[in-house]
């Protein structure tokens, strides 16, 4: 059978894709899969392009997601980047880490941080925010956060 995801070819059995990891069981809906054309067909065809060529250079969809959510590293350039939602140590899905060179930074404002910091300086701004509880802002859009930038 074919991926619905990547299009490979995949064992008919397979509950995932072996190509971009796929769940085969929970397929998206007509709806799902019309809402999703509609969206990328709303962007520019430069930023399209962006996506197909990442889509086209990452062997997973976790690298895939890491490249358009995390971006490039800011010391090296490396897109061998993650988050760190799973670091105990960190415990900060907005600090990214790159697996090349060990830069830590905020994949939300982009605060490239000394060695040993895992915390963005604009965590303290949106804590003091009176709107902090119903805030829908990233920090990058904030101009609370990036006025101090």
């Not at 995801?5 to 894709?17: F, S, V």
């Not at 197909?52 to 976790?62: D, F, G, V, Y």
Request: proline residues 4%; charged residues 25%; hydrophobic residues 35%.
């Amino acid at each position: 059978m074919l991926c619905w995801n990547c299009h490979k070819e995949i064992p008919d059995n397979a509950k995932a894709c072996q190509f971009c990891e796929a769940s085969m069981e929970d397929l998206p809906s007509e709806e799902e899969t019309d809402a999703v054309a509609e969206l990328f067909g709303s962007l520019d065809p430069e930023m399209q392009a962006e996506i197909i060529a990442a889509a086209e250079s990452s062997e997973t969809a976790e690298e895939l997601i890491n490249q358009i959510m995390i971006g490039a590293c800011p010391a090296c350039d490396s897109v061998n980047v993650g988050d760190c939602e799973n670091d105990p140590e960190i415990d900060n899905i907005c600090t990214a880490r790159c697996f090349d060179c060990g830069q830590h930074w905020c994949s939300d404002c982009g605060e490239v941080f000394e060695k040993g910091q895992t915390v963005c300086s604009h965590d303290a701004v949106c804590k003091a925010c009176e709107q902090s509880e119903e805030c829908t802002l990233f920090a990058a859009d904030c101009p609370k956060v990036m006025g101090d930038k």
